[in-house]
């Protein structure tokens, strides 16, 4: 019997995970297998700050492997102006749930970082050998230290201990369950709701900044076949990037007309350039996992969006706006 838990299980990425686990066949690759119980946990049920809480979780459950996406986690404006906040909560979740995971024997943890971990002075694309080549972009300098320190820890525990701990590398994420609040979304959610509010109240549509930078933007229900893929069939402590490929960057110029398609918006919208870009571009290889994985079918990213602007419209009353 496996017992996986999924920390941040209510976010974005847990509940892609949830959907992918609950409507792919049973016996799939990416369904549910026999012999396995998926439990999503969210901060209500143990806040991972706190040691004694994390403990009781996992006495409560006693897991025997767990997919570690609970964070703290935002866009550019929350990042630059919380700094020790994402610094200090995410070692403190992170340190809690490895320490407690290696206390109680689980047997593996795969924890989710994200590619602001990569240094900013760094040759493109970024691969999985960058991490620590140099120091990470000023504008997210707290999280992605929270972050980089995950696969640090790692390696200790499987250098000292022998722990099955590793870490998936995701790029920027969308889709359903997304946090739409205008103070702290990612740049897809913000826009989506940015654009809502312009066709509802005749507002102006403000983008903010130059339109110009480039990201490769992964849908959150390809994102969580990945991860299921990882806990199944990778044992190595060496991170793996999840992303489609490199040659799949959208500028924010782009990325804004495709909402503006989706939407169905007939007004026009302004390029703050007065607000900051953050880093210019970021290319991720997706080489190392389909080598690993063999071939994978993302969705193409119009449909992908057309999917969370749909999700988006049917649950405004109750998205975390
Ligand atoms: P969300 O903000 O959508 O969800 C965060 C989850 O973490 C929620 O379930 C939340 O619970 C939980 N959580 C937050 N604080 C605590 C806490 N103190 N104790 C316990 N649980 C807590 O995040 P995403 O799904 O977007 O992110 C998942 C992972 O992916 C994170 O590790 C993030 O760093 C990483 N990532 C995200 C990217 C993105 O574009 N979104 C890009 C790259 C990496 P509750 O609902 O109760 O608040």
């Not at 920027?172 to 990612?186: M, Q, R, T, V």
Request: proline residues 4%.
């Amino acid at each position: 019997m496996s017992i996986i838990l999924v920390t941040g299980g209510t976010g974005l990425v847990g509940k892609a995970i949830q959907h992918v686990i609950e409507t792919e066949p049973e016996g799939s690759r990416f369904g549910k297998k026999p012999g396995e119980k998926w439990i999503f946990v969210s901060s209500s049920e143990a806040d991972l700050r706190d040691t004694e809480q994390t403990k009781r979780l996992f006495e409560k459950y006693k897991p025997t492997h767990v997919i570690h996406l609970a964070a703290i986690v935002g866009g550019l404006y929350i990042n630059m102006k919380c700094k020790l906040t994402f610094l200090r909560d995410n070692i403190l979740i992170n340190d809690n749930v490895l320490h407690t995971a290696h206390l109680t024997g689980t047997q593996k943890v795969i924890s989710c970082l994200s590619t602001c971990v990569f240094p900013d002075k760094v040759t493109y694309p970024l691969d999985e050998t960058k991490i620590h080549l140099g120091l990470p972009h000023e504008s997210n300098f707290g999280y992605s230290h929270a972050k980089r320190l995950v696969d640090v820890q790692n390696r200790a525990y499987k250098d000292q201990f022998g722990c099955n701990f590793t870490s998936a590398i995701p790029t920027s994420i969308f889709g359903p369950h997304d946090n739409f609040n205008l103070e702290s979304a990612h740049v897809i959610p913000a826009l989506i709701h940015k654009c809502y509010l312009a066709q509802n109240n005749g507002t102006p549509f403000i983008v903010g900044g130059s339109g110009k930078p480039l990201r490769q933007f992964i849908y959150s229900r390809d994102l969580a076949k990945l991860f299921i893929w990882q806990l199944r069939e990778y044992d190595d402590v060496e991170p793996v990037i999840l992303s489609v490929g490199e040659d799949q960057e959208v500028s924010v110029k782009e990325l804004t007309d495709a909402i503006v398609k989706a939407m169905n918006y007939k007004g026009e919208y302004i390029l703050d350039t007065t607000q900051a870009d953050g880093q210019f571009r970021k290319p991720a290889s997706n080489k190392k996992l389909l080598s690993l994985m063999g071939e994978f079918r993302f969705t193409p990213f119009d449909e992908a969006l057309q999917d969370t602007v749909q999700w988006f419209l049917n649950n405004y009353e109750n998205a975390r706006t």
